[in-house]
């Protein structure tokens, strides 16, 4: 599978459990916090992002948490379901002058067994 | 109707040779760019236009020419192509250059340097 060799973070889940995915970020000067999905042979999918003024924001079964203080971002995803296997990728927006240029951080496959 | 399209899909092509690939957005955004991903899935900004003006440029060899003959369209040139180059590029856009960092990504276009 395309998986193969990537050495990527993996997470495996029932369908119906929910997944955390776990992500540390380095500049503590960025504005927004962003997660993005990548379906096989797809380009990445916004799924939800966070201010850094935030602690929490909650989307459609989907939750981001952001830790300021140890620099940690975290994806909670309710009820897992098969279409939810893809690779996601933490991103964070520099801001200032650079607001368009997104540093995603290494992925984590996610695969969601029936 | 996509909404950011990229060709070619696939391109497979011998060292030394001048490729381009091309990208288009039916979205109305003032924002374009290009990404690279490599093969352990690694995202990284190449390059930014905002209304035709290029405004993020990552230190990538000048082997590598973006265009925007106006706002919908930005390509990628590349001459003399090297082994190195072999990767999946991702063009996206967004409505402004000033936004959170949702971007649109194309589908990629996965070049291979033979």
């Known amino acids: 599978g395309e998986s193969v060799g990537l050495h990527l973070p993996t997470l495996s889940v029932q369908e119906g459990d929910n997944s955390i995915i776990n992500c540390a970020y380095s500049?503590?000067?960025?504005?927004?916090f962003i997660w993005y999905k990548q379906e096989s042979g797809k380009g990445p999918q916004f799924i939800i992002d966070i201010r850094s003024n935030m602690d929490k924001r909650q989307g459609q079964r989907v939750t981001v948490l952001l830790n300021k203080t140890v620099k940690h971002l975290s994806l909670q995803i309710a009820a897992t379901q098969p279409g939810d296997s893809a690779v996601y990728f933490c991103?964070?927006?520099?801001?200032?002058?650079?607001?368009?240029?997104?540093?995603f951080g290494q992925g984590t496959i996610l695969t969601v067994h029936p | 109707d996509t909404a950011v399209s990229q060709t070619p899909k696939y391109l497979v092509t011998q060292m030394g040779n001048d490729k381009s690939i091309k990208c288009e957005q039916n979205l109305g955004h003032d924002t374009m760019y290009w990404y690279k991903q490599d093969s352990k899935k690694f995202l990284k900004i190449m390059f930014s236009?905002?209304?035709?003006?290029?405004?993020i440029n990552e230190t990538v060899p000048n082997r590598f020419s973006p265009k925007s003959p106006d706002k919908a369209h930005l390509n990628l040139h590349i001459n003399s192509l090297e082994l190195g180059d072999s990767a999946v590029y991702f063009c996206?856009?967004?409505?402004?250059?000033?936004?959170?960092?949702?971007?649109?990504f194309g589908e990629g276009s996965r070049l291979t340097v033979l």
């Open positions: 996206a856009s967004s409505q402004t250059h000033l936004g959170t960092g949702e971007l649109f």
């Open positions: 991103a964070e927006n520099a801001g200032g002058t650079s607001y368009g240029k997104l540093t």
């Open positions: 236009y905002n209304n035709k003006e290029l405004i």
């Open positions: 500049n503590s000067a960025s504005d927004y």
